[in-house]
């Protein structure tokens, strides 16, 4: 398989951490959104992913974009461990909070998004992220219990902690949200969600690196 990632990016971190859980090994191909006016936006990445974002990932002879599309590829292909619970209330439930954070909160506070915001784009990015976690906060207050949805690290998991590394980067006041603190420190202590994350890219700037 072949990531084509950038660091910073929380959706390409959403797919690093189910590869990561899933014990794919994979090849990582570095698209910085920033450098040379976005290199997501030349000509040999659009053939690869025309609606030029990261993630995108080659694997089994196709190549797919979008998290969530990628994520429930690996969950069909390589089913442990799982993803999705067994359970079709708690798997719906899943489904809701990954919903939640990649349609209804991250997109808003995009890098495409806040490009257009100008000197308006930190308060933003607040305003989108702190509506969205308060929503997520009285959800989760139903649903968690070690990790977003019960006792089993979940797709909801793999959403949620880069989002909280988001809120962390425009500066969002997390203590109204002590249900998605305590679940995103429990889970930065796993393994899969240390490798995978920004500050241990390939492409990581020095003066970011752990």
């Known amino acids: 398989p072949i990531l ?20 794919i ?44 599309a990628i994520i429930n590829y690996l969950e069909e292909t390589h089913p442990n461990p799982r993803l999705l619970p067994q359970d079709p209330k708690k798997r719906a439930q899943v489904r809701m909070i990954a919903d939640h954070i990649a349609s209804g909160i991250q997109p808003l506070q995009n890098l495409s998004v806040l490009k257009q915001m100008g000197e308006k784009k ?6 989108c992220i702190t509506s969205g976690f308060q929503a997520l906060e009285q959800i989760l207050q139903h649903t ?4 977003c949805v019960g006792d089993e690290v979940s797709m909801a998991d793999l959403c949620l902690v880069p989002q909280v590394a988001n809120a962390e980067r425009f500066k969002v006041d997390m203590s109204p ?14 393994e899969a969600f240390k490798i995978s994350h920004p500050s241990r890219q390939p492409d990581t700037p020095a003066e970011l690196r752990a």
């Open 4 to 23: 084509y990632s950038y660091f910073r990016s929380s959706c390409s971190w959403r797919v690093r951490i189910a590869l990561a859980l899933k014990g």
């Open 25 to 68: 090994s994979y090849d990582l191909v570095p698209v910085n959104l920033i450098r040379d006016g976005g290199q997501q936006f030349s000509a040999e990445f659009k053939a690869v992913n025309p609606m030029q974002q990261v993630p995108a990932l080659k694997i089994d002879g196709i190549t797919l974009s979008q998290s969530l």
């Open 122 to 127: 930190m308060e933003w990015a607040q305003n």
């Open 144 to 147: 968690a219990g070690h990790y």
């Open 177 to 190: 949200y002590p249900t998605i603190t305590r679940i995103n420190k429990t889970l930065l202590e796993l």
